[in-house]
């Protein structure tokens, strides 16, 4: 035994001697410079503007979160719930830099690596999902210890690499208007919007299926094909009304149909957001300073209702500037897209313009009760570390087309 150790420290000095022989000083400098190159390279070939506008919401967002958690009765909770706030956008962050150094073609043509991944995580969740807490609507969440995931944000991103890369496949072959080649392209988009509402995340799943129908839209399909699609969705929407839970049927009756009393019981998320976000007035009652938000009078104030602890605490000031905030994020995505060099990263500009924009829509809409509840975020300033990371992954996608967008060369064929 002796001496087999005896061998194995002379073999582990042998291999310390030779990785000190070959980092050499001058290597180390070498690799060095050329780290420090690839960084100035990158900060000098990326979206600047984009970066600073979305670091720039996200930390407005991450404040307006500590307002509304700070007050927790529970003040361990509210401090854990910033804490994995700042870690998400951080990770998201990383994990976008990382992605927009890869070339979103050469990720297109893994699609089956992606989607299998995304896919796997979703069917998962029938097996050991978990809902986000005991009163949450669904049961679409994996827990880690005291981690919790929730796959369909992650599928979100998924679907913005096949799908485009896809319908772009479909484009180069000239068949964009072929119909069996449009049904493979809608059967792509509606599988995880099927497995999504299954797992009775009817929120998710509209803003997958609006992705679509925009992406299709913009992609330059004949009408006629658009019309019959939405005629066969219609023709669907009763099958998905019956697959709704009673209480989610009546939050949207409610909307349209209130009745006495729905005020104080199926709409009383969205009566407290209203009367929170109008005694803003023009410029709020001051940061930490809204007495509904620290009072804990708004429900699912730094999540869902986010828009309402802006408007009472920052005023119609405030919400202009987290809209416009947004806004931006949007018409610089629809930018890149209009400079993408192939069609594969417009689509993906198109779908991250997509999510953004039904997600901000429905959120403000469902805040200020002209929309049901339907348990969507704000994109950048809701809490929810699922969602912020991977938002940062979608930026990271973009990022990675703008980079790009002066190469001509296509990958795929």
């Known amino acids: 035994?002796?001496?087999?150790?005896?061998?194995?420290?002379?073999?582990?000095?042998?291999?310390?001697?030779?990785?000190?022989?070959?980092?050499?000083?001058?290597?180390?400098?070498?690799?060095?410079?050329?780290?420090?190159?690839?960084?100035?390279?990158?900060?000098?070939?990326?979206?600047?503007?984009?970066?600073?506008?979305?670091?720039?919401?996200?930390?407005?967002?991450?404040?307006?979160?500590?307002?509304?958690?700070?007050?927790?009765?529970?003040?361990a909770l509210g401090r854990r719930q910033l804490i994995m706030q700042c870690l998400a956008c951080f990770l998201g962050y990383v994990g976008a830099?990382?992605?927009?150094?890869?070339?979103?073609?050469?990720?297109?043509?893994?699609w089956f690596v992606v989607g299998g991944i995304c896919l796997f995580l979703l069917l998962l969740t029938f097996i050991v999902g978990s809902k986000a807490t005991d009163n949450a609507d669904d049961q679409s969440w994996l827990r880690f210890g005291s981690f919790s995931f929730q796959?369909?944000?992650?599928?979100?991103?998924?679907?913005?690499?096949?799908?485009?890369?896809?319908?772009?496949?479909?484009?180069?072959?000239?068949?964009?208007?072929?119909?069996?080649h449009l049904l493979l392209v809608a059967l792509h988009a509606f599988v995880p919007v099927g497995i999504i509402e299954l797992q009775g995340d009817s929120g998710n799943a509209i803003i997958?299926?609006?992705?679509?129908?925009?992406?299709?839209v913009c992609s330059g399909v004949k009408w006629y094909y658009l019309l019959?699609?939405?005629?066969?969705?219609?023709?669907?929407?009763?099958?998905?009304?019956q697959s709704m839970h009673t209480f989610q049927r009546e939050r949207i009756r409610a909307v349209y149909n209130p009745r006495p009393g729905d005020e104080l019981d199926i709409l009383w998320q969205q009566t407290m957001s209203k009367v929170a976000i109008g005694s803003g007035g023009i410029q709020g009652k001051g940061f930490m300073k809204g007495p509904m938000t620290q009072g804990q009078v708004n429900p699912e104030a730094h999540n869902d209702f986010i828009f309402a602890v802006i408007g009472e605490e920052l005023g119609f000031i405030g919400t202009t500037l987290a809209i416009l905030m947004l806004l931006g994020i949007m018409l610089l995505t629809l930018r890149i897209a209009f400079l993408s060099r192939d069609s594969m990263g417009r689509h993906v500009c198109v779908m991250y313009f997509a999510i953004l924009a039904s997600q901000t829509i429905l959120n403000i809409g469902m805040c200020v009760g002209v929309l049901p509840v339907i348990g969507i975020t704000l994109p950048f300033f809701s809490a929810g570390g699922s969602s912020s990371m991977c938002?940062?992954?979608?930026?990271?996608?973009?990022?990675?087309?703008?980079?790009?967008?002066?190469?001509?060369?296509?990958?795929?064929t």
């Open 1 to 75: 035994m002796t001496r087999v150790l005896h061998k194995a420290g002379d073999i582990l000095t042998s291999i310390l001697r030779g990785l000190a022989g070959f980092f050499t000083p001058q290597r180390l400098k070498m690799v060095g410079g050329g780290i420090a190159y690839g960084v100035v390279s990158y900060v000098k070939d990326t979206y600047k503007t984009m970066w600073t506008i979305c670091i720039t919401t996200s930390v407005f967002g991450l404040l307006m979160v500590y307002s509304a958690t700070h007050s927790f009765n529970n003040q």
């Open 97 to 110: 830099i990382i992605l927009s150094t890869l070339d979103y073609e050469n990720l297109g043509e893994i």
């Open 151 to 180: 796959p369909a944000e992650l599928a979100k991103i998924g679907l913005m690499i096949t799908l485009p890369f896809h319908l772009s496949k479909v484009e180069r072959a000239g068949k964009l208007n072929s119909l069996p």
């Open 208 to 216: 997958f299926l609006l992705a679509f129908i925009i992406l299709m």
């Open 228 to 241: 019959a699609g939405m005629f066969a969705l219609g023709a669907m929407l009763p099958i998905f009304w």
């Open 391 to 412: 938002l940062y992954f979608g930026i990271g996608l973009v990022v990675s087309v703008y980079m790009r967008r002066n190469d001509a060369t296509l990958h795929f």
